[in-house]
């Protein structure tokens, strides 16, 4: 039988034993703020401490704000301010119509108003009828589809279009962080 020797390295905090030197060297070294070079706690996932965190997200902010187009309240497209999102409104997840919602919102809660908020798209229930038909027919005989008429397919896809439209009630709205409506000048 051919042996050979191995070397294993002992964390000498810990006891747990790896083969690789660097990995016990590791082990229970505290880790470091990528950033500022602060101790973490031990068990933190974080690679940076909660300031340069909270320093990194700001920037990422500024970084967006500055790539954003920018409205202000009056010339906002309707379509994009119906509803309005804000990271520090609090109710209804950062979501509302009306700009004074937000701004009794700060009131109440003794938070600085912010210089902007974010635009929204609004997204409806929409029914892709060629592969909805499509689908539909795979359980049927190989050539099923081919036997229905485009003209019948339009048919359908105009119906189910304005069908869907009257789903008003399905209207969702999603931040749109790539455009802002500038409430004040900072
Ligand atoms: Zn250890
Ligand atoms: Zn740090």
Not at 60 to 75: D, G, H, P, T, W
Request: glycine share 4%; net charge negative.
């Amino acid at each position: 039988m051919d042996v050979k020797e191995v070397i294993c390295y002992k964390c000498g905090k810990c006891g747990l034993v790896y083969h690789v030197k660097e990995w016990a060297e590791r082990c229970c070294k505290p880790k470091k703020c990528e950033r500022c070079g602060a101790e973490l706690p031990y068990k933190s996932y974080w690679l940076l401490c909660d300031k340069c965190r909270a320093e990194k997200e700001k920037e990422e902010e500024l970084k967006r704000f500055s790539k954003a187009q920018k409205y202000s309240i009056k010339n906002v497209p309707p379509e994009r301010c119906e509803m309005m999102y804000s990271d520090y409104y609090g109710y209804n997840e950062g979501y509302f119509s009306e700009i004074e919602e937000l701004e009794e919102y700060c009131a109440d809660n003794d938070i600085e108003m912010p210089g902007y908020v974010y635009c929204t798209s609004c997204h409806q229930l929409n029914i892709d009828v060629d592969s909805l038909v499509e689908n539909k027919c795979e359980d049927l005989h190989e050539d099923a589809y081919e036997w229905i008429g485009e003209k019948d397919i339009e048919e359908l896809r105009t119906f189910v279009n304005d069908w869907c439209k009257k789903q008003t009630g399905t209207r969702t709205f999603y931040v749109d962080r790539s455009a802002v409506i500038i409430i004040k000048e900072k």
